[in-house]
């Protein structure tokens, strides 16, 4: 049974960065990908960015490109982070890790509605305010 955790969520001023850790067990091998999600209040989830076994098999979405980074433990598979940088209000919701055995699309319609993967994380809270 595949279990995920996230940690790392917080409260923060506009600028400041956090990182997002996502724990996963249960997959019998490390071929899989895992994608963070964001659901801010009031819209629906989406997709933040993804990252696949192979580590040049990666996604951001627009809002993140360039100020995200998303990353794999180099010992550690089973872990996935997610740098966030220069953080803004509009980046406040609830994160959510999700992992299976599927590699990362490059267009965002394949992360819509999240059907792309069966396990997810309980999601840890974000807020970006002054």
């Known amino acids: 049974q595949v279990q995920i955790a996230e940690s790392g969520g917080g409260e923060v001023q506009p600028g400041e960065s956090l990182t997002l850790s996502c724990t996963t067990s249960?997959?019998?091998?490390?071929?899989?990908?895992a994608a963070w999600y964001r659901q801010s209040p009031g819209k629906e989830r989406e997709v933040v960015s993804c990252i696949g076994s192979a580590l040049e098999n990666i996604y951001y979405s627009h809002s993140a490109k360039g100020r995200f980074t998303v990353s794999r433990d180099n010992a550690k598979k089973n872990i996935v982070y997610l740098q966030m940088d220069s953080l803004k209000p509009e980046d406040t919701g609830v994160y959510y890790c999700a992992a299976d055995k599927v590699v990362c699309p490059s267009s965002e319609s394949y992360y819509s509605g999240g059907a792309l993967f069966d396990n997810w994380g309980q999601g840890t809270q974000v807020t970006v305010s002054s």
């Open positions: 249960g997959f019998t091998e490390h071929y899989f990908g």
